[in-house]
């Protein structure tokens, strides 16, 4: 299986760095993953609703360059749907099993994600009602597709 995370900036934290390179070794056995970063736009303070909506479109035009047709997309929206890793697992074996082969998991900027790229989406996919910083999302967002395998195949590492 090909797993793209589409993701807005680069991760600038060396422990962040760490975290997300010890999950893409341990996703090696089972997927082909590949992170593909699109520039992030500068905020400014006290943005109006006007310039918010402009950056989230300009970097949604970015993700969305990135998005191929034949991939099923997962988009990490505040109000997607919530799934335990348990349910996770099976909507991901589901997807396996009617054939699916690409998905791309995407991961907004700051500001979240443009409506364009919301309805370009297959899924939208909920870790929370909080609000978590899009480098540390990376990080959770491995970690619980690892887990997810892991839970697929039975093996040790869910409890």
């Known amino acids: 299986m090909q797993i793209d995370i589409?993701?807005?900036?680069?991760?600038?934290?060396?422990?962040?760095?760490?975290?997300?390179?010890?999950?893409?070794?341990?996703?090696?056995?089972?997927?082909?993953?590949?992170?593909l970063e699109v520039t992030d736009e500068k905020t400014p303070e006290n943005a109006s609703e006007d310039e918010t909506r402009q950056i989230k479109e300009k970097e949604g035009l970015r993700i969305l360059s990135k998005l191929k047709d034949d991939a099923y997309v997962i988009a990490l929206a505040i109000e997607g749907k919530g799934f335990s890793s348990e349910a996770l697992a099976e909507e991901l074996e589901k997807l396996s099993v009617r054939g699916v082969s690409h998905l791309q998991f995407v991961i907004g900027?700051?500001?979240?994600?443009?409506?364009?790229?919301?309805?370009?989406?297959?899924?939208?996919?909920?870790?929370?009602?909080?609000?978590?910083?899009?480098?540390?999302?990376?990080?959770?967002?491995?970690?619980?597709?690892?887990?997810?395998?892991?839970?697929?195949?039975?093996?040790?590492?869910?409890?």
Do not use: W
Request: glycine residues 4%; aromatic residues 12%; charged residues 30%.
């Open 6 to 35: 589409v993701c807005v900036g680069k991760i600038k934290e060396a422990f962040f760095r760490s975290a997300l390179e010890e999950y893409k070794k341990r996703l090696g056995r089972y997927c082909r993953l590949n992170e």
């Open 109 to 159: 900027g700051s500001l979240g994600l443009s409506d364009t790229v919301l309805k370009r989406a297959d899924l939208l996919l909920s870790f929370s009602k909080m609000t978590f910083p899009h480098q540390l999302m990376r990080v959770i967002l491995l970690e619980q597709i690892y887990r997810t395998f892991r839970i697929r195949r039975n093996e040790p590492y869910h409890k």
